[in-house]
Structure formats: C-alpha cells, structure tokens
DNA sequence: GAAAACATGTAACCGGTTACATGATTCT
DNA sequence: AGAATCATGTAACCGGTTACATGTTTTC
C-alpha cells in the first residue's frame, strides 16, 4: 500500500489536484513508483475519506472545475509514523532472471534478443535516473525545488543527500543490470561458437 | 502470469506432485519468482484444464493418496514458445527506494535501522545464491543433475553456463545493494555528526 | 507417542492492469 | 479549426496475499 504513501510524500509538499500528481508520478516518483490514473483518482478518494487529505473544488475556465487536495495533519503524521516504519520487502518475481536461467531452451536469436531487450530496458531507465540525477546537482529539479522551499534550512542538506543517494543507488542497479545483460550476449556468441 | 511458465519450467524436468513443486518454490525457482501454496495447487488445476498438463492419482500408504503431474507435448511447446517471447517487463514497484528518497522526514535511527535491513535483507539473498552458484560448480545442485539427466549431452554446457550466469547476476545485485546501503548508513552519520 | 514432513486445498480480500469513456480548455 | 493538454473517472478482471482448514505418513 505504498501508493498512498507515495501521494502524501507529493502532497506533503504542496496541494495538488490529481492531475498534477499523475503527472509526478509519470516522471518523478514514477522511476521508483508506478501508478496508473485508474488508481490515484479513487485513492485520493479512499483517502480524503480517512482524514488524511481535504480537498477543495476550484471553479477552471466557464464549465470546468478541478478539485484540490492538500495533507491534512493527521495525513502528515501518518506519514512520518510511516518513514519511521521497517520498509516491507515485496516477494521476488524478477520475470528476466526467470526466464535466463532456462535459456537453453530458447533459440540463440531469442536469446539475443532478450539480452539486447535488457540492456535496452535498464538503459531507458538509466538515462532517466541520469537525467534525475543531474536536477538534483543542478538545482533544476522542480519538484525538489518546491520541496526545499517548505523544508527549514538546517534540513536542506538532508533533503539533497538521500535524493542523490537514492538515485546514485538506482543507477548502479541499471549499470549492473546492463553489464550483466552484455556478459549474456558474449555468453550465447560463445556457445554458438562452440557448437558442443 | 509467469508462475505458469516456472511451473513448466520444474515440470518440463521430471513429474511431480503439487507439494514437490511447492518445495521448489521455496528453495530453487523461488529466488526468481515467489509462490505460495494457495496459488500452485489451483494453477495446477487451471493448467491440467487447459492441456498444458496430465495427471494421474497415486496410492500413498494406507488412505492417503497424491496427485502426479506430468507436462503433456502442449506444455512443452507453451513453453518453448514463452521461452522464444521476448519478457514482459514489470513496472518499478520499489518500496525500498521509495522510502530513501523521503528519508529527511525519518528519525536518524529510524533511517539507520532501514539501512541496516536492507544490508540483513540482502544478504539473506545473497548468501543464498552463493549456495546454488556453489552447488551448481559443485555439481550437487539435485535439480540441475535431474535437468542433465534429460539434457542432450550436446546442450549440458548451455544449460549449466545460463545457470551460472543467472546467479552471477543476481549476486552482483545483491552485492550492490548492500554496499548502497552501507553508504546510506555512513551517509546518516555524517548527516548527523554535522548537526547542520 | 510425538513431532516432522507429506499432502491438498478454500475463501475473502486487495492491489494492480487493461480497456473504456467523456468532456473542457488552451495553444497554435 | 484542430491538436495538445487538462481533467476525472468507471468496470471487469486477474494475480497475489493472508488466513484458515484438515488429514496422513514417516521418522525419531
């Protein structure tokens, strides 16, 4: 249930309506948590409805309206009793792992193309964490911008640190991943070499 | 729907009962894909159903019986056919991260002691997938011997060198996650030594 | 005789996926 | 006028989790 831990960490920030938070969470919190709208919209519902949003209809051209949600206190310290909580580890289910340690069955040429499809995955996911990386040191991240604004100056370091932290993390996973996928295709061009 | 495939997969070696496969799950296949009881014995079912499997009733003791299954001539070519498919990749769903990135609003301890499991957490994994990259060198690895006995001698190289390449990656995972989360923890004291 | 291992499930629930559905506003 | 973006959902389905439930056989 870490979406909805996932939307206070935005809404704890600054109000926002669930379009914006859509688009968060197709960039930004997005590279560690996926969410699609079919699920925000109802949880922001769910979650109004346990106190720890409030949220306002705004009047949005001469037809439209937009509603605005902002963290109430009890959504704060729900929070925060949940940053002070153990992290629950997800049961692996690595469906690329699974698959390369059968690959004998598979022909060289899909076994190729898993392992390119794997260096090309993880380097889509670099090249965004990369590019969130460099925000950060450039001070061009709009959202951690908005954040260090509502954060008290002798807490701005921290703030900076373990969002470099995290993603300087996520990069040395998708490398890993990448260099682990080239060994693989040098792996099938070796035993189709060998023709045993 | 992998759990289907890493069914075939156990299956494709040698017939077995609901609660052999279970037994796998737990040790072998479950450090690539998890799965508990309550979800093998149904998809047993769902599989023999739909043709992928056959299944006989064995006599076990005195009243107790057992139920053999079998991967039919369908199942093997279902599954050389996924095997052939490129892999469905996932969304990112990484609670763990997640976390990191919001830890400014964590107690310094409560920050430590999420490290420092996640350190427990891997290691945990880690020293598991030694034992099997171990077995597998050692040859005592019982399902890779039953997989050879099956194996045409020709494609016995493959079938252990895509082994160890599996586990190879995953120890270098493991690995990396504990040294990023050894410098979370050295990434808190300095934090908190500056008492910024 | 007791404990460990063998053996097989059901039921309720929930988080997540996919597809569908609609309309307003702003920018070019 | 048309395209892009803003804006908000519903519905059916399914994979996975947690808890419950029960009985047999083998080993010590």
Redesign the pocket.
Same mark, same amino acid.
């Given at each position: 249930?870490?979406?909805r831990y996932a939307i206070l960490a935005l809404l704890a920030v600054q109000p926002m309506?669930?379009?914006?938070l859509? $688009?968060r969470f197709a960039s930004s919190v997005g590279h560690v948590w996926?969410?699609?709208?079919?699920?925000i919209?109802?949880e922001?519902?769910k979650m109004e409805h346990a106190g720890l949003l409030s949220s306002t209809s705004v009047v949005?051209?001469?037809?439209?309206s937009?509603?605005w949600y902002r963290i109430t206190d009890d959504g704060t310290a729900e929070f925060r009793r949940w940053m002070n909580e153990p992290v629950v580890y $997800?049961?692996v289910?690595d469906p690329a792992h699974l698959k390369a340690s059968y690959l004998e069955w598979a022909e060289p040429d899909a076994a190729r193309a898993m392992f390119r499809a794997h260096i090309e995955h993880f380097t889509g996911e670099l090249e965004q964490w990369l590019q969130q990386a460099r925000e950060i040191d450039g001070g061009a991240s709009e959202m951690l911008s908005s954040r260090l604004e509502v954060t008290p100056a002798n807490r701005r370091a921290r703030t900076i640190a373990f969002k470099k932290h995290t993603y300087a993390g996520l990069i040395a996973r998708a490398e890993q991943e990448i260099s682990w996928a080239r060994e693989g295709l040098a792996l099938v061009d070796a035993l189709d070499d060998a023709e045993d």
């Open positions: 249930m870490s979406l309506t669930g379009y914006d859509r $688009r996926h969410a699609p709208d079919s699920q919209y109802p922001l519902k949005r051209g001469e037809h439209g937009k509603r $997800r049961r289910r």
